[in-house]
């Protein structure tokens, strides 16, 4: 009993020595960065730096010249409809990027629960069924993504960067992109769920800042919809402000009684289905039941402040 309590005291002291160090890292190396983990949290602090923010120049545009892969976009209506729901759903990308992006996903290698010592090449939905590695939960292509072309491109996207800029009310930083195999495997405690988000949560990447998303698979309520509270980047209860992302460690029945069930939308649609976020706002991948989900993200920041992740240590 006594080495229990000794090995819990010690790692406690542990984890609240690495957290006052990483943050004195991040003080020295990136005061810019240190404020903006301690402060981007509370809304107020947003809302005055959205005041200070310098509408970008030259606004990426949508025209013959630069037409946007995903067509006709009502930039100024998405932008708006984001501000007030906390997403916007509706993009669609052509099927011929979406086969190109799923081919590179079958011919690279991506990591198992996003752990660099565990390669592996997912050819697709038949060798999830038959051949998943052990607790396999998530696949992720990680840097390995930035060889596709494809996604090179639609970072680059006129569309996208126009919705992105009208949000941002800034020009959009590229802050990194994703592509990932979410499986139909459960988690085994709160701790795996939460390194999936597969729990709901908010991220805090900047005083602003936006995430489009797409299917390259079908999803549907088995395959791990994206599902957030809509309005919920506004008007959060103060202690959720002030805990920020350790807001993971709610239970998720105890948020959507917060606010509110009603508000709480599941995103499902065809490979090629895509909608954009204000990931401030409450959200999680669903854990797929079924069938697996393949997806990809590309976030955009107003601030660079390099790989935020490592620095502020989420
Ligand atoms: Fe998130």
């Known amino acids: 009993m006594n080495n229990i309590l000794i090995q819990k005291s010690e790692k406690f002291w542990y984890k609240l ?40 120049t030259q606004s990426p545009e949508i025209s013959q010249e630069h ?22 759903q509706g993009l669609q990308l052509p099927e011929g990027v979406v086969q190109e992006l799923v081919k590179f996903a079958s011919s690279t290698v991506g990591y198992i629960n996003r752990d660099t010592q565990r390669p592996w090449r997912c050819t697709g939905t038949e060798q999830v069924r038959v051949d998943l590695p052990k607790n396999a939960r998530v696949c992720s292509y990680m840097s390995n993504g930035k060889l596709s072309s494809t996604l090179k491109k639609l970072e680059k996207d006129p569309g996208i960067l126009a919705v992105a800029a009208k949000f941002l009310g800034a020009e959009p930083v590229h802050l990194g992109s994703e592509i990932s195999w979410s499986f139909p495997v459960p ?25 489009f ?26 202690l959720h402000q002030v805990i920020g992302t350790r807001c993971a ?15 709480v939308v599941n995103i499902c649609g065809k490979a090629g289905f895509g909608f954009v976020e204000n990931p401030l706002c409450f959200h999680r991948g669903t854990q797929p039941t079924e069938k697996p989900r393949l997806m990809l993200q590309i976030e955009y920041t ?9 620095a502020l240590g989420y």
């Open 249 to 263: 460690d709610i239970d998720d029945e105890k948020l959507v009684e917060l606010y509110g069930e009603q508000n």
């Open 17 to 56: 020595a690495n957290y006052f160090l990483r943050n004195y890292r991040c003080l020295i190396q990136d005061p810019r960065l240190f404020l903006m983990g301690k402060f981007a949290r509370f809304e107020i602090v947003r809302d005055w730096a959205a005041m200070l923010l310098k509408h970008p």
């Open 302 to 310: 107003v601030n660079d402040y390099g790989n935020i992740h490592e």
């Open 213 to 238: 998303f797409f299917y390259l698979t079908d999803v549907d309520m088995s395959s791990g919809p994206h599902t957030y509270v809509s309005g919920s980047h506004k008007g959060k209860k103060l």
């Open 187 to 211: 988690a085994e405690n709160h701790v795996q769920q939460r390194q999936a988000a597969q729990v709901f949560h908010y991220d805090l990447d900047d005083y602003r800042f936006i995430k």
């Open 67 to 88: 037409p946007s892969i995903l067509g006709e976009l009502d930039v100024c209506a998405i932008a708006s409809t984001i501000e007030r729901d906390s997403c916007y």
